[in-house]
């Protein structure tokens, strides 16, 4: 309670952070250079800085002790903390590229740490941009389940390269997803919505997954749900578009 009261970060009540510490702008442009560190490859990541619990420094290289899941443009980290709980096994990361936005993940997930020992140790976040540098944080076919919700819409037609979904990014998703790995999408602009279901669609090395998937996955509810812009668009009686594909193998 004393460090609450002396770091006004965070909440007395709760002791995680307060968001209004860490405001920033709704997006960023992903085309634009930033400056932070980035691994030259995935046996450069340190697991060990992220999932202290899990992982050791001299354990990097230990195959059970690899990110499955990522969520791109994590925001503030819902669906994140969502996700720990329902696989504590299963380590986890968000990559965000607004820099405040990543601190208060980083932090979040601390506060948690602390208030509840020995859970929410299998989640992390980093700062990158996840358009670029995909290929040098995960192996090929490293991942389980990528997820992409409420991304930025980028409205003007100039501005399409910019979306996080494309026929050309699907090429690098489909290289860090395994084979059965699932690729999670939710929007609440249509267009969108439309567009990133025809980039899956025509993507050879992706397939839909049936209804009776999508409703026995508990992930699913958690995109409509879990994260602060779902609960947003929730709240404001807003209507959601969403699609769920599986990477495949190509047919030869």
Known sequence: MLENEANPTLSKSTGLPRKRFYRARAHSNPLSDSHFPVPTSPCHVNLSLHFPQFCSSSDQIDSSKKIQFA????????????????????????????????????????????????????ISVVRTNSMKYIPNFFEKGQLSKMFFLFPDPHFKEKN?????????????????????????????????????????????????????????????????????????????????????????????
């Open 160 to 252: 399409h390269r910019r979306r996080v979904i494309s026929t050309h990014l699907l090429d690098e998703y489909a290289y860090a997803l395994g084979v059965g790995g699932i690729i999670y999408t939710i929007t609440d602009v249509e267009e969108l919505g439309d567009w990133m279901k025809a980039c899956l669609e025509s993507h050879p090395m992706f397939e839909a997954i049936t209804e009776e998937e999508l409703e026995a996955d508990p992930v699913v509810k958690l995109l409509s749900s879990a994260t602060e812009e779902s609960q947003k668009v929730a709240r404001n009686g807003g209507q959601t578009f969403q699609a769920v594909y599986r990477r495949i193998m190509p047919a030869t």
């Open 71 to 122: 969520d791109i443009g994590c925001g503030f980290g819902g669906l994140l903390i969502s996700l720990s709980t329902l696989f504590p096994d299963t380590l986890m990361i968000g990559m965000e590229l607004r820099d405040k936005v990543t601190e208060y993940v980083k932090e979040r997930i601390l506060a948690l740490r602390l208030a509840n020992p020995g859970q929410y140790q299998n």
